[in-house]
């Protein structure tokens, strides 16, 4: 029993899902093709998020936050082999869910996804696309900066409060917050 290449979303069977068309028509600005993605991944990314968070309301609003990363990433042409989608939105998923994880009091405001993704959601989309760039930008450095800049930038730790916290010198704390900073601004260019 052969399969379509395009109708297999990496290993994952996924009938009725051709991975490939489909990623090719939201990156050429197909709507249907992005209600297509939502109907899919939509149920999948909620029982993922509620087996997490144990917590209906915060599942909802995250699935809701995973479905417009998702579209956005891929209006941008960032997921670079289209058979992987299943596992792009996932770790998307995981990413935000992580994010929440972290610090919940300081999540960027959740929109509501609407039912038919009008035209008129393009402001929101855009604000979520930066969002989601500065995101990226932050995954591209080391674990230990990105712990260095949110204690200075989230939590308004000093270097010394930071240093004693990490066992790190002062000196290095503000080489590594300066060095993180500078990589961060040369990715989002």
């Not at 992005?34 to 999948?44: D, K, N, T, W």
Request: proline fraction near 4%; aromatic fraction near 4%; charge should be neutral.
């Amino acid at each position: 029993m052969e399969q379509a290449a395009g109708s297999l979303c990496g290993a994952l069977p996924v009938p009725a899902l051709d991975c490939v068309r489909l990623v090719e028509r939201i990156q050429s600005g197909d709507q249907a093709a992005e209600e297509a993605l939502v109907r899919y991944f939509q149920p999948r990314v909620a029982a993922m998020l509620l087996a997490r968070t144990h917590d209906r309301e915060v599942a909802l609003d995250l699935q809701q936050e995973v479905l417009w990363e998702s579209i956005a990433a891929l209006r941008r042409g960032q997921l670079r082999e289209p058979l992987k989608l299943p596992g792009f939105v996932l770790a998307i998923a995981r990413n935000l869910l992580n994010n929440y994880f972290r610090s919940s009091q300081h999540r960027p405001q959740m929109t509501e996804l609407p039912d038919n993704l009008k035209a008129s959601a393009t402001d929101t989309v855009l604000d979520n696309e930066r969002d989601l760039a500065v995101q990226h930008a932050l995954e591209r450095i080391s674990v230990r900066d990105r712990e260095i800049l949110h204690l200075t930038l989230v939590d308004g730790a000093t270097p010394a409060q930071i240093a004693q916290r990490l066992g790190l010198s002062s000196e290095v704390v503000r080489q590594r917050k300066s060095r993180a900073i500078r990589q961060v601004q040369e990715i989002l260019r």
